[in-house]
């Protein structure tokens, strides 16, 4: 496994008490030397080299902490690449740097496996992990020297971190509270193989199926590397995009091929083909005339159609008629508009009774309590659905065409219950919904409560936390761990489980001692009582009283 932590330098000697052995990368000679001296104070051997000191000197120093007399190297540039020392239990990431190799060659340093060594720690002072992901990350290197993406490995289209600075997904969720993430190997595979999946149709190793031509024959087929996916039985091939091919045939018919060389689209009367982007195909007929073909629905369209984007979820718009994306396609009615979409996460709702839920009222069944709501799941090419009832985790159930039900979760595959084609079914279905619903009901009440027991312990651990200050700003901590990181102008002493922080001049709020704000700081002064009762100051000299929870 890879344990990442992401620890503040006072609280960093605490979790590295138990000698294990380590290499950190300094910005400076002297920063280096001031976090040796840290060390060396907190009793543990450590040593600074760069390019001062001496080459003997150097050799001697890092055959000492091969051999184990000295357990932490600090450097500057020293050994970013070409330094093996498999038994090196944590890399501590005191610089930053925009190079995608420069942090791949740092943390490298502690990811050889070793006899005894069960884990690396990697302590990120700079949050290099925000901008580059784990080092567990699979990188599209083709596309990055193909310059399709950035150099440090990330595309344009992918989530913005903090300050707007693009990041690539992490395998678990970042907790300020906890400063850190632990993934198993486990956790690590199935996080690729869900990558894999939600990964956009467009980036889904888009550049590996080629054309190739027969010398004798003069036609064409199509390869991924040195494998070929099909003979050579084509009269041209236009364009290969999206893992699709643009072909024409010997019948002079042209047509869409998949990975497989399964013909997914066909047509006659065609003069060229040409992929764009956003997942659609140009066709030029022989009369001169543009076709706009959607590679999802295989809808044809006369001019390209207005996208509309709903997170992951997008719908074609045209003449005020809006249409899905899916392969069983839903057309609304003329007369929706914007105001009858709800974007739910992952999920949009479209009220319309007119669309191509014309017969919902004829079928609607008791446990159907939204008729006339259409639904689109993220990700979800295959059909629409009709949406059926919302339940107490946020969850949903929707039906299909077909009369199957299922149950949807956010991030999850959909699951089916059953279906409503027959008596005997309608009653089985009944009594899935009503055992689901009081399941997810219980699991939200046992989580809820759950998650209040652990945050009375928290803050009942946390009633002994004393203010402390790193130069000009002050925290809260109770021991070594922080509770409220060095952020405030001013922290008074907590009152129960509250207290008074300022964070401009004359700006004073109140936070709970785990470092959740309960009131903005925005007060010339407040006051916390014993009972939770706070007395805040107006800039008019008016005072107003609140209870806290």
Same mark, same amino acid.
């Given at each position: 496994?890879?344990?990442?932590?992401?620890?503040?330098?006072?609280?960093?000697?605490?979790?590295?008490?138990?000698?294990?052995?380590?290499?950190?990368?300094?910005?400076?000679?002297?920063?280096?030397?001031?976090?040796?001296?840290?060390?060396?104070?907190?009793?543990?051997?450590?040593?600074?080299?760069?390019?001062?000191?001496?080459?003997?000197?150097?050799?001697?120093?890092?055959?000492?902490?091969?051999?184990?007399?000295?357990?932490?190297?600090?450097?500057?540039?020293?050994?970013?690449?070409?330094?093996?020392?498999?038994?090196?239990?944590?890399?501590?990431?005191?610089?930053?740097?925009?190079?995608?190799?420069?942090?791949?060659?740092?943390?490298?340093?502690?990811?050889?496996?070793?006899?005894?060594?069960?884990?690396?720690?990697?302590?990120?002072?700079?949050?290099?992990?925000?901008?580059?992901?784990?080092?567990?990350?699979?990188?599209?290197?083709?596309?990055?020297?193909?310059?399709?993406?950035?150099?440090?490995?990330?595309?344009?289209?992918?989530?913005?971190?903090?300050?707007?600075?693009?990041?690539?997904?992490?395998?678990?969720?970042?907790?300020?509270?906890?400063?850190?993430?632990?993934?198993?190997?486990?956790?690590?595979?199935?996080?690729?193989?869900?990558?894999?999946?939600?990964?956009?149709?467009?980036?889904?190793?888009?550049?590996?199926?080629?054309?190739?031509?027969?010398?004798?024959?003069?036609?064409?087929?199509?390869?991924?590397?040195?494998?070929?996916?099909?003979?050579?039985?084509?009269?041209?091939?236009?364009?290969?995009?999206?893992?699709?091919?643009?072909?024409?045939?010997?019948?002079?018919?042209?047509?869409?091929?998949?990975?497989?060389?399964?013909?997914?689209?066909?047509?006659?009367?065609?003069?060229?083909?040409?992929?764009?982007?956003?997942?659609?195909?140009?066709?030029?007929?022989?009369?001169?005339?543009?076709?706009?073909?959607?590679?999802?629905?295989?809808?044809?369209?006369?001019?390209?159609?207005?996208?509309?984007?709903?997170?992951?979820?997008?719908?074609?718009?045209?003449?005020?008629?809006?249409?899905?994306?899916?392969?069983?396609?839903?057309?609304?009615?003329?007369?929706?508009?914007?105001?009858?979409?709800?974007?739910?996460?992952?999920?949009?709702?479209?009220?319309?009774?007119?669309?191509?839920?014309?017969?919902?009222?004829?079928?609607?069944?008791?446990?159907?309590?939204?008729?006339?709501?259409?639904?689109?799941?993220?990700?979800?090419?295959?059909?629409?659905?009709?949406?059926?009832?919302?339940?107490? /985790? %946020?969850? $949903?159930?929707?039906?299909? +065409?077909?009369?199957?039900?299922?149950?949807? &979760?956010? =991030?999850?595959?959909?699951?089916?219950?059953?279906?409503?084609?027959?008596?005997?079914?309608?009653?089985?279905?009944?009594?899935?919904?009503?055992?689901?619903?009081?399941?997810?009901?219980?699991?939200?009440?046992?989580?809820?409560?759950?998650?209040?027991?652990?945050?009375?312990?928290?803050?009942?651990?946390?009633?002994?936390?004393?203010?402390?200050?790193?130069?000009?700003?002050?925290?809260?901590?109770?021991?070594?761990?922080?509770?409220?990181?060095?952020?405030?102008?001013?922290?008074?002493?907590?009152?129960?489980?509250?207290?008074?922080?300022?964070?401009?001049?004359?700006?004073?709020?109140?936070?709970?001692? /785990? %470092?959740? $704000?309960?009131?903005?700081? +925005?007060?010339?002064?407040?006051?916390?009582? &014993?009972? =939770?009762?706070?007395?805040?100051?107006?800039?008019?000299?008016?005072?107003?009283?609140?209870?806290?929870?």
């Amino acid at each position: 496994r890879v344990t990442i932590k992401s620890v503040r330098a006072n609280g960093l000697a605490a979790n590295l008490r138990n000698n294990k052995k380590g290499i950190v990368y300094a910005i400076s000679i002297d920063h280096a030397r001031k976090i040796a001296e840290y060390y060396c104070l907190q009793g543990m051997n450590t040593v600074a080299i760069d390019s001062k000191t001496p080459i003997a000197e150097r050799k001697r120093l890092v055959e000492d902490f091969k051999t184990g007399k000295v357990k932490v190297l600090v450097n500057v540039d020293v050994f970013s690449e070409g330094f093996d020392c498999p038994d090196v239990e944590f890399v501590q990431m005191a610089r930053p740097t925009l190079s995608l190799s420069k942090y791949l060659q740092q943390v490298g340093r502690g990811l050889r496996r070793s006899d005894g060594k069960e884990a690396c720690v990697l302590i990120d002072n700079v949050g290099l992990y925000r901008v580059f992901g784990l080092p567990t990350v699979e990188w599209d290197w083709d596309a990055m020297f193909n310059g399709e993406m950035s150099g440090r490995g990330i595309r344009p289209e992918q989530t913005q971190g903090e300050n707007g600075i693009a990041c690539l997904p992490v395998e678990a969720p970042f907790t300020d509270n906890e400063l850190e993430v632990i993934i198993s190997h486990n956790h690590l595979l199935a996080s690729i193989e869900e990558r894999k999946r939600m990964l956009p149709v467009a980036y889904q190793d888009v550049s590996k199926l080629k054309a190739w031509q027969d010398k004798e024959s003069g036609l064409w087929g199509l390869c991924r590397g040195k494998k070929k996916v099909t003979a050579a039985k084509y009269i041209t091939i236009f364009d290969c995009k999206y893992d699709m091919a643009a072909v024409r045939f010997q019948n002079k018919n042209c047509g869409v091929l998949s990975l497989s060389g399964e013909t997914l689209w066909e047509r006659p009367g065609c003069q060229s083909m040409k992929f764009m982007k956003n997942s659609f195909l140009l066709v030029k007929t022989s009369d001169e005339k543009e076709l706009y073909v959607d590679l999802h629905s295989r809808m044809i369209y006369n001019k390209k159609p207005q996208i509309k984007r709903y997170g992951n979820i997008e719908l074609l718009k045209m003449d005020n008629v809006y249409y899905s994306r899916t392969r069983t396609m839903y057309i609304s009615s003329p007369y929706i508009t914007p105001g009858n979409l709800f974007y739910r996460g992952f999920y949009l709702i479209l009220f319309d009774t007119d669309g191509s839920l014309t017969s919902c009222h004829k079928n609607s069944k008791p446990y159907d309590k939204m008729c006339g709501y259409v639904c689109l799941l993220e990700n979800d090419h295959d059909s629409y659905y009709r949406m059926c009832c919302w339940l107490a /985790d %946020g969850s $949903i159930v929707v039906k299909d +065409k077909k009369g199957l039900y299922y149950h949807v &979760e956010r =991030g999850e595959q959909k699951k089916y219950i059953g279906c409503d084609t027959s008596i005997t079914d309608n009653s089985k279905l009944r009594e899935k919904l009503v055992q689901l619903k009081k399941q997810v009901t219980e699991n939200c009440i046992s989580e809820q409560t759950q998650q209040k027991e652990q945050q009375l312990k928290l803050l009942d651990l946390f009633r002994c936390a004393v203010p402390f200050r790193v130069g000009t700003k002050w925290g809260l901590k109770v021991g070594e761990r922080i509770t409220i990181p060095p952020i405030y102008r001013n922290i008074r002493p907590p009152v129960g489980k509250y207290c008074a922080v300022e964070k401009n001049c004359c700006q004073w709020g109140v936070a709970a001692v /785990d %470092g959740t $704000i309960l009131i903005e700081p +925005k007060y010339p002064n407040v006051a916390i009582g &014993e009972q =939770g009762t706070v007395t805040l100051t107006k800039v008019t000299g008016r005072k107003e009283r609140v209870k806290l929870p």
